[in-house]
């Protein structure tokens, strides 16, 4: 392959020179042509070969085409690229037919990555390749206006089944239009079908999410980090990965000798009868009082984690009783929040500790410092190093993670971990990402670490986020504050007066709890953001409760219609989609961005754009609905016609709103 390539390419560049070359002369001699004139001279020799030229530059796109999907590595354009598969977002496509054009028209340049953005005003997207193209042609003596280049690109595109028109703007940007007809059939595809989910690589991914710890308040960076892993794990899952999703408990420590010697002394029967250990809180701060205060206490805590380590079953059954009232906490609040997460807490990997210490020992990995084993990230011995060994001979929460990445990688064999905590530690996972690079474990061209990380979350003071008290806010209580304000809000606006029990209820909920997951949601989770419910209820900008409301409006559009709309497929049989009115478009064109947008959140995990993708379809949908009749009304209230067709790009509308709500979080309630 790659010698027939090489032949070809040299039969280009010479025919790329003798063209350059004669097109030049011709300019000289008429200054005044521009390049387009130049080919439609009839010049037979220049024709000839142009025509082979032309031939070539195909044989090799195609041939380049071929490379780049057997190498896997896409340069410029994208694996396993057809015109006409759907899998493909639109972006991506895009960026297949430019890389087409620009390895086409100038192969020199072949390597070139395409630049798309949508676009706002002129056509769907853009394309600012050419004024970059045209001084790289510079630099190696080609002379050509950034607006020629971009013609040449246009003329070297394949056609595109959803590509209606490209046209050259301003100083050489390409304006993409969509096609109608395409945009008629996604729709139409979409409504028969549902979503089908972008095409992506496919991974084996682990989401280290939520990992709140036993004994201890579970607070509102727990929140973030419950939120964002669950939809994380929803988006990831749509595009097919294979998803492990996993709650890294503190569920292990030093902090066990003193619960579980308190435990043995408060409730002495506890291997026969269950504790009723209410708040654990409280037993936390009892027991760490008289782990302060109480020598012979602390004796019996270490003593007490050293029984529990070695596997003793009584001190095993004192701790599970323990982990078992937090648990249950935990649990309401996965319940109330729809999250599922797997439980593997840090005491799964107590016999992995020890061999990952060993592991690491017989690598000369591990050095003596003051007592204790520690491991430098990196042969320079620079930056923080890992407590690996404690000098009492304990692990860490540098061990247990060493012993999680091992874990994960050699026998989950997962090629994408991902962990979802706060920005705090982002230098202890800089620090165990490289570690695990040094001592083999991670294969930075076979495995992907991402540490998604969070900012804080701030109270309307603009500090910590707290309660008046100055105590930690208590998740169940923030809550339960949240159906509070949410069923006021439905009150005032009189919805208690119209909708049944249920459907209140379901309303409050998915209000309450829509709005904090959204707010969370709707920032760059980098950011601090502050927590305010005024803000999050307000029903205008983009904020949830506009979402549930924009949503239910249009379910109410079908109901309202008089006709049944429930059979899609059956309805497609007998209506055609048209989109006449720009407004039309514009919704369509809007709901295509889809798949971009999936594919945008999940290259660095950011959930905001989807957020601002909802925002974005749910005032399109405003400006449908004010400019566009669905169904005409005459004065007395009684239906005159129905536009069927607006009816379905409504519908369409739902569909898409119902996808990204589900990877959000928030609930599709049909009536509010
Ligand atoms: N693999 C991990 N280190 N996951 C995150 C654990 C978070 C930890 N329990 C905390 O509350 O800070």
Sequence with gaps: MSEQLSVELNKLAELERVTVELAAQVQAANPHRNAADVQVLQDDELIKLQTENTKLKHRLAILNQAISDESGKGGSTARSFSLNDDSLSIIEHLRSVLAIAITTAFPQLSHTPVLLTPSIKFGDYQCNNAMALAKKLKDIGIGKSPRDVATELINSCPVSPRIGKLEVAGPGFINIFLNKDYGVRAITDLLRNGVKPPKVPKKRVLVDFSSPNIAKQMHVGHLRSTIIGESICRLLEFLQHDVIRINHLGDWGTQFGMLIAHLEDRFPNFLNESPPIGDLQAFYKESKKRFDEDEVFKKRAYNAVVALQGGDPNSIKAWQLICDVSRKEFKTIYDRLEINVKERGESFYQSRMLTVVDFLRKQNMLEVDDGREIMWPDESKTGIPLTIVKSDGGFTYDTSDMAAIRHRIEEELCDWLVYVVDSGQSTHFATIFKAAKRCG??????????????????????????????????????????????????????????????????????????????????????SD????????????????????????????????????????????????????????????????????????????????????????????????????????????????????????????????????????????????
């Design 529 to 672: 953001y502050v927590f305010s419910f005024d803000k999050m209820l307000d029903d205008r900008g983009n904020t949830a409760v506009y979402l549930l409301y924009t949503y239910t409006r249009i379910c109410s559009i079908a109901r309202n219609s008089g006709e049944d709309f429930s059979n899609l497929s059956k309805i497609l049989e007998t209506i055609d989609i048209t989109l006449t009115h720009d407004k039309e478009w514009k919704l369509v064109s809007t709901l295509l961005k889809l798949h971009d947008v999936l594919v945008k959140c999940s290259r660095d995990l950011f959930l905001h754009f989807l957020c601002e993708f909802c925002y974005e379809v749910c005032t399109a949908f405003a400006e449908f609905y004010d400019s566009c009749y669905c169904i005409e009304k005459n004065k007395a209230g009684q239906i005159v016609k129905v536009n069927h067709s607006r009816i379905l790009l409504c519908e369409a509308t739902a569909i898409v709103l119902r996808q990204c709500f589900y990877i959000l979080g928030l609930k599709p309630i049909t009536k509010i």
């Design 441 to 526: 474990i991670f294969q930075p061209k076979v495995h992907r670490a991402d540490h998604v990380q969070f900012g804080v979350v701030l109270g309307e003071d603009g500090k910590k986020f707290k309660t008046r008290s100055g105590d930690t806010v208590k998740l169940a209580d923030l809550l339960d504050e949240g159906m509070k304000r949410s069923l006021e809000q439905l009150r005032s606006r009189g919805r208690d007066q119209v909708l049944t029990p249920q459907e209140l209820l379901d309303a409050q909920e998915a209000v309450a709890y829509g709005c904090i997951k959204y707010t969370d949601l709707c920032h760059n989770r980098i």
